[in-house]
């Protein structure tokens, strides 16, 4: 599931390196070299090639997360952004050190879902739809079930142990809310946040109809059918969200025998119009099982996108938008954060430390720790 990368595989003659990023990519290599089994570096497929070369594990971030939970490493650095770090804090022990080079290092979507927010609308989902929240249930009450996305804060992840939820990957979603409807009742319901289509493409994935499904607005009027099983929050990944079903159509013009994988955090339309979708780790392989000469289109960041074609010389990988921009917020981790870091820790400073307070490790933990008694 995830791709071991020895120092052994970092090539400092790289061409497409200038001599600045050669010496920071030298000084790196260097100081892990010095901290030796105390350093973890984890890198996220969306993060860029000069970062890549310098991580001890490539995957996404559940992954990640756990890895870093399993290994003895005092510090972790964590190539990714803030909500991926926060999780790993959860998972590691307390004399384990989460840092991320660049703290401005957001999600989007995951701001797109705020605690207020999502309290707020659970109280009015309760009361209009009648649903009662599984902490306070009695048996054989019908429920509403919180379901968070990975892609979330701590603060919501925390939300969902509080109430009975669970937290979900775009791997393992349609098994999360299997789960959740098993929990809700018969004429139970899951709130699911914070991205629309994930929640959307599992759903219909699972069998339920448009009808049954309705988009949660914040500080709008939000209307929900009488039988409704999942209520959307409104949130999107602005990367995948950029996916079009008019560029699958203008790639099936130019490749009739061409194939398309998307994410599932693309809209509805471009899931139903690809070949196939599923997490990064799903569109790894989807890609590495394709016959030799094979042309395929895939819909997500582009740093992966360009990493798979290059690991793959046998094959004529595009990304399917020709003019998508990496996601801006992974972006945020250059190489020259990187070394900072190192070179802060090296002097014995600990810089960038991800802390989730304890009162919101607690729930966050419970929720996290349910879906991984879930397999898939
Ligand atoms: S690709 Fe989308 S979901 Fe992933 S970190 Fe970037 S904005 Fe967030």
Redesign the pocket.
């Known amino acids: 599931m995830t791709m071991s990368l020895p120092m052994c595989a970092i090539d400092f003659s790289n061409d497409e390196m200038g001599p600045e990023e050669a010496a920071i990519a030298q000084r790196i290599a260097e100081l892990k070299e010095e901290m030796g089994d105390d350093l973890l570096i984890l890198g996220h497929h969306?993060q860029r090639d000069q970062i890549v070369m310098h991580a001890d594990l490539l995957g996404d971030s559940f992954l990640l997360s756990e890895l870093a939970a399993k290994s003895d490493a005092k510090n972790i650095i964590f190539c990714g952004?803030h909500f991926m770090a926060e999780s790993a804090d959860i998972l590691t022990s307390d004399s384990q050190r989460v840092i991320l080079p660049n703290m401005r290092a957001g999600?989007?979507?995951?701001d797109m879902a705020a605690l207020n927010e999502v309290e707020i609308a659970w109280d009015q989902i309760l009361q209009e739809t009648g649903l009662k929240d599984p902490a306070t249930a009695k048996e054989g009450d019908s429920c509403l079930i919180p379901v968070t996305y990975m892609?979330s804060a701590a603060e919501l992840k925390d939300f969902c142990g509080r109430h009975g939820g669970i937290v979900c990957t775009s791997s393992n979603a349609a098994g999360i809310l299997q789960w959740a409807y098993d929990r809700a009742g018969p004429n139970g319901a899951v709130l699911f946040f914070p991205d629309q289509h994930l929640g959307r493409n599992t759903g219909i994935s699972m069998g339920i109809p448009l009808e049954q499904m309705a988009v949660w607005t914040p500080g709008q009027e939000n209307d929900l059918p009488s039988d409704v099983k999942i209520v959307l929050w409104h949130g999107f990944?602005?990367?995948?969200k950029r996916f079009t079903v008019a560029q699958i159509d203008s790639f099936r013009q130019e490749f009739p025998d061409g194939v398309v994988v998307v994410h599932p955090?693309c809209p509805m339309e471009v899931v139903q119009a690809a070949d196939a979708n599923g997490s990064t780790e799903f569109i790894r392989k989807f890609v590495a099982q394709q016959k030799p000469g094979t042309n395929i289109a895939v819909g997500t960041?582009i740093n992966m996108v360009a990493r798979l074609d290059s690991q793959h010389e046998n094959l004529n990988i595009q990304c399917l938008e020709p003019t998508v921009c990496p996601?801006s917020?992974?972006y945020m981790i250059h190489p020259a954060y990187l070394l900072d870091v190192l070179e802060r820790l090296s002097e014995g400073e600990i810089p960038n430390q991800v802390i989730v307070e304890k009162s919101v490790q607690k729930g966050a933990k419970i929720a996290l720790e349910r879906m991984l008694s879930i397999k898939k």
Not at 107 to 110: F, P, T, Y
Not at 237 to 240: D, G
């Open positions: 969306y952004v999600c989007s979507m995951a892609n990944c602005s990367v995948h955090e960041e996601c917020t992974m």
